[in-house]
């Protein structure tokens, strides 16, 4: 029985460890095909080792194009979306008004909304405007569709927030604009780079709503898309994998960084 023992003493790390792999299994995959070399067109089956695709990221026409035409929208869907969510964060915690309850329903409507429904009410939208679909509207749509999900993480942390550290400041002499930056910001910047980080990712990795919304314009996930009908370059391979790579050691940094700042508390 002490194999049973140990096992109800580890069963929930154990359970952990076993979910962490299966969520990290296709990122698995991603990597070891990144090195294959397949005889046809499509990179599902391992033929043999190869780095070619490695040394040569950008071999595949227009892939490089759409995939920093991605970064650039996520990059600016980013920073509207954190702003904006910041804001209406901050607004809704701190300040009674009018519809107050009805705005905190409707900011959540685009998570529970499915992404087809969004992406066929934006088109309508633009093409009653007059819009001429490509970078802009692309970019209005990622905004729209990541501003919740910031709100959620930002106000989150707003509401976890202790009144009396700005009282503190205010008590202090320091003024409205002094107390934003040396307090505010630095007890919600943690959420609000949670809610940044998230939305970076959920604009890069968009594919309904921007296929919706893009015109003749292709992103990374429509050339991904579209390179699936034809043939799997393996070089899609590779740039999935730096992806992820540098996510994780992002994360990692984040975590040193964060450890390094609790000693120097201590």
């Not at 979306?81 to 409507?109: D, E, K, P, Q």
């Not at 087809?116 to 970019?139: D, K, P, Y």
């Not at 930056?181 to 940044?196: D, E, H, M, Q, S």
């Amino acid at each position: 029985m002490p194999f049973l023992n140990w096992l109800k003493r580890h069963l929930v790390v154990i359970a952990g460890l076993l979910t962490l792999a299966y969520l990290l299994l296709p990122n698995v995959i991603v990597t070891v095909f990144s090195f294959n070399k397949p005889k046809g067109r499509f990179n599902y089956e391992w033929q043999r080792f190869s780095a070619d695709a490695w040394k040569d990221p950008c071999g595949v026409a227009d892939m490089c194009g759409s995939l920093s035409l991605s970064l650039r929208i996520a990059a600016c869907a980013t920073v509207g979306a954190t702003v904006l969510g910041t804001m209406i964060s901050f607004a809704l915690v701190r300040y009674r008004f009018r519809a107050r309850g009805a705005v905190n329903s409707l900011i959540f409507l685009p998570m529970a909304m499915p992404e087809v429904v969004m992406a066929a009410s934006l088109l309508t939208l633009f093409l009653n405007m007059g819009a001429q679909l490509g970078f802009w509207t692309i970019l209005i749509a990622h905004i729209m569709f990541c501003l919740s999900f910031v709100v959620t993480a930002v106000k989150a942390r707003v509401m976890s927030m202790d009144p009396r550290l700005e009282e503190a400041a205010r008590d202090l002499y320091a003024g409205p604009v002094q107390t934003f930056w040396r307090v505010t910001l630095p007890i919600a910047a943690p959420g609000i780079a949670a809610g940044a980080l998230l939305s970076f990712a959920l604009s890069f990795d968009d594919f309904i709503i921007t296929n919706f919304n893009a015109g003749s314009t292709v992103t990374f996930p429509m050339f991904v898309w579209g390179s699936a009908q034809r043939g799997t370059p393996v070089q899609i391979n590779v740039i999935g994998t730096a992806m992820f790579l540098l996510a994780v050691l992002f994360v990692l940094f984040a975590m040193v960084l964060g450890n390094r700042r609790n000693k120097q508390k201590a």
